[in-house]
């Protein structure tokens, strides 16, 4: 007995005094050349945003506990946690709070590293504040040096095999912030607009074409019209001519025409929408760039060059109705896609064909595929979205953004159009060959460093390759790859998963994780979507001041696999009683162990059934809570524990035995060490069961009562001895005839402690042998001054007549 639990529970002192304690007697460090077999986790890394919200809680929390789990059962387990840090949201604040300007680039990168710096220190708090038992001297950030370097090398051998390319293709822009977008960063937005009908002409006949973009005329390279519609059969194959600009464009049928949209014959512009970039390429039509990185027209437009797009749209509908080619103009609302991401842009977003850096995806799509079914998918069918975004996929993938704070393109593009690598050149890597010119070694030209960064996702899908020490340190790498777990989010499935297993295929030639578990997103306590607009965020602060981090992990752990979870108050409110309630009977068990010493040999000890009926129990719960824990499943176990504590533990068994702790002196001695043995040995088990979830409060009364740590403990393993169907059906028999008295009580207003005169038990025949054995135990916990029990054939189980007075 080491100290006494405090009389109230104080989850604030607590789980602080944790926190320190963990990290100062550095608990959960990892030990790379331990005998144990190593469990690793490729934990994701957010992204820097200065806070964590409820989403990676969700995520992070879950993780936390397959760790603490592993950890218990055994493993050495590898827990890392990293940070993303390059991202447009960085630049624009350092633009905007510390006024530093991207054009003084060195400046602007060393604002971004700083502004990151303190954003993860926050960050790394509120991992700390929620119990994450991460090992932190781990670390990565993808800002780092030897970060960067891993990543240009591998894009240097990625050219080298020709998977990496330079070309031309079309991309998602914001004239206004002037940087090319990620499909993550944009979004429709419902808008106002006009569906315009104009007039093309086709050898003399008229075919009117709706769009709500006339602007993009100049850059009309065909007219598509469904290959089922009747009304323009005869069109197909032929050309029309575009008013003012007097060119001629091919007339095709594709299936994707919408037959009833507008006039059912569209133009195509290089680039309106992603629907032309489809056609383009499918019918290798040329590409007329009509828009500038401003927004404003090219040459390209002839007399309209250097309008804006509004501006343009205004003269070129303005020449048109004049020339009498504007048949109907129509009020609509339609979508936008727009520079969502960012709340104070909004801005449509064009799509620009630009020199781009480009990884070949298309032609890896199978080895992908063959790669991801090596892995064990939790749930099962998020491997059927991953096979299906593989299979959907028609274009490469694009890796150059448009950004200053990245990781910069290790290359140097000559005139003459060769492209000479960092490594060609000799150069020891990481590089930044911005504004950096170079003689070509070809044609003694002038060779200059690409401007470009690359987008994020090239930064994080080498995770499992940097936590593992990829080229760095091969005994580690041995040791650590591929990862046992990574955990994520189904929204990233086509993204962070698909990379990861892409990129370390490539460079590994294996898998690189053996099991994914897959998460779904936290909805708000309405269950919809959280947004600032709907007024439903909830910050991680607000239930971590309200209650405590063993409070937010139970409603965390309460998700299931791949499903979407509402943030729930009321979850947290019932978890907070739960720890109160465990943390009473935890004192009550303290005080009555205070003179038990344990015997090695328990065949001496006289239990009695209702000892052996929760010990059985006990075993059915470690055996359920190992079973769904090696399965990923949290929110079960949790249940089932919390179930057997409130119910089988507090309500039936503690009370069927006060009886034997209180009054040695009828009932023995020896029968109150039976009970203080199973008290201890429940007590114990259920610490260790629920650490992995509430670790703090197990700490605490674990370090309290035993001494040591429930979280580095070992897992309990299930005693198939101490496993009796009969007696757990038996007892659970003398607990109904238990609750039909307290019914009586309540209903008849009598205190459960008075006593009752007289209770006759009419009982089946068969049952009644085995329940003798409970009735000692029935009798004092009722306060029955007189129990008859008689046996009956035509009774199913019981029947009771009480008598109070
Ligand atoms: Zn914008
Ligand atoms: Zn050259």
Redesign the pocket.
């Given at each position: 007995m080491v100290q006494i639990l405090a009389k109230r529970y104080n989850p604030k002192d607590i789980e602080k005094k944790w926190h320190e304690k963990w990290k100062k007697e550095n608990l959960y460090r990892f030990n790379a050349d331990s005998e144990k077999e190593i469990f690793s986790i490729d934990t994701p890394p957010p992204f820097t945003s200065g806070t964590l919200h409820m989403g990676h809680i969700y995520n992070h929390t879950w993780i936390d506990i397959v760790a603490r789990y592993k950890r218990m059962r055994g493993y050495e387990v590898y827990f890392p946690q990293g940070f993303d840090c390059h991202g447009l949201p960085t630049e624009l604040r350092v633009e905007r709070e510390m006024n530093v300007k991207k054009e003084d680039r060195v400046l602007f990168i060393n604002k971004c590293k700083e502004w990151t710096n303190i954003a993860i220190k926050r960050m790394k708090k509120q991992f700390e504040d929620i119990g994450y038992s991460a090992d932190w001297s781990y670390t990565y950030k993808t800002m780092d040096d030897s970060y960067k370097k891993l990543i240009q090398e591998t894009l240097i051998e990625f050219y080298k095999r020709g998977i990496l390319y330079r070309g031309k293709h079309p991309v998602l822009w914001?004239p206004?912030?002037e940087?090319a977008?990620a499909k993550a960063e944009v979004g429709y937005i419902e808008r106002e607009g006009n569906l315009y009908y104009i007039d093309l002409d086709s050898n003399g006949h008229k075919l009117t074409i709706a769009t709500t973009r006339p602007e993009m005329m100049p850059a009309c390279v065909a007219v598509f019209v469904h290959p089922e519609d009747k009304r323009y059969e005869k069109f197909v194959g032929r050309k029309a001519k575009l008013p003012i600009f007097n060119r001629e464009v091919p007339i095709l049928a594709d299936e994707n025409v919408d037959m009833k949209f507008g006039t059912g014959a569209v133009y195509l512009c290089t680039f309106g929408d992603e629907q032309d970039i489809e056609w383009q390429k499918k019918y290798r039509l040329p590409i007329i760039e009509i828009i500038d990185r401003k927004g404003n027209l090219t040459s390209e437009a002839g007399k309209y060059a250097n309008l804006s797009i509004e501006d343009a749209r205004r003269m070129i509908v303005e020449d048109l109705i004049e020339k009498g080619y504007v048949r109907k103009i129509k009020r609509i609302r339609h979508s936008v896609l727009s520079?969502t991401e960012?709340s104070s842009?909004k801005?449509p977003i064009e799509l620009l064909p630009l020199n781009q850096w480009f990884i070949n995806v298309r032609d890896y799509i199978e080895d992908i595929i063959k790669t991801a079914k090596k892995m064990r998918w939790y749930p099962k069918y998020m491997l059927q979205r991953l096979i299906d975004w593989s299979n959907s996929m028609d274009w490469d993938w694009i890796i150059s953004r448009q950004r200053v704070f990245g990781t910069p393109i290790p290359f140097w593009i000559c005139e003459c159009g060769n492209i000479i690598s960092a490594e060609d050149f000799g150069l020891k890597l990481p590089v930044d060959p911005r504004g950096d010119i170079r003689t070509c070694p070809k044609c003694n030209g002038k060779a200059v460093g690409v401007k470009d960064v690359c987008d994020c996702w090239i930064d994080s899908s080498v995770t499992p390759l940097i936590i593992s020490k990829w080229r760095v340190n091969d005994n580690f790498f041995k040791n650590t790859y591929p990862s046992s777990l990574r955990p994520q989010g189904y929204e990233i499935i086509r993204t962070w998963a698909f990379y990861t297993i892409y990129r370390c295929m490539i460079l590994t030639g294996k898998k690189c994780f053996d099991e994914l578990l897959i998460n779904g997103m936290v909805a708000g306590p309405d269950g919809r979507k959280m947004s600032k607009s709907l007024g439903n965020v909830i910050e991680p602060e607000e239930p971590l001041k309200k209650y405590s981090a063993d409070t937010i992990r139970q409603w965390a752990a309460g998700g299931s696999l791949g499903d979407d979870y509402p943030f729930s108050w009321e979850e947290c409110d019932h978890s907070q009683r739960f720890l109160t309630k465990l943390w009473n009977i935890s004192r009550f068990i303290e005080m009555h162990l205070k003179d038990f010493k344990e015997i090695k040999n328990n065949d001496k000890i006289e239990f009695r059934d209702i000892d052996l009926w929760i010990i059985s129990k006990l075993q059915n719960l470690i055996e359920n809570c190992t079973k769904n824990l090696d399965n990923y499943i949290f929110n079960v176990p949790l249940t089932d524990i919390r179930s057997f504590i409130w119910h089988d533990l507090a309500d039936n068994y503690i009370e069927m035995v006060k009886h034997r702790l209180y009054k040695s002196e009828i009932y023995g001695e020896k029968s109150r060490y039976a009970v203080q043995y199973t008290l201890n040995y429940v007590l114990k088990t259920i610490l260790l069961l629920l650490s992995p979830f509430t670790p703090h409060i197990c700490d605490e009364i674990w370090n309290s009562i035993y001494d040591g740590y429930a979280s580095i403990s070992n897992w309990p393993e299930v005693k198939k001895g101490l496993m009796n169907k009969r007696i757990e059906k038996n007892g659970d028999l003398a607990i109904k005839v238990l609750s039909e008295i307290r019914r009586y009580k309540s209903e008849n207003k009598i205190p459960l402690n008075n006593e009752l005169r007289k209770v006759e038990l009419i009982i089946n025949t068969k049952l009644i042998r085995e329940f003798k054995k409970f009735e000692e135990d029935i009798k004092a916990t009722g306060r029955i001054k007189e129990m008859n029990i008689i046996n009956s054939d035509n009774v199913d189980e019981f029947e009771i007549i009480i008598s109070a007075m």
């Open positions: 914001c206004k912030c940087t977008l520079h960012r842009c801005t």
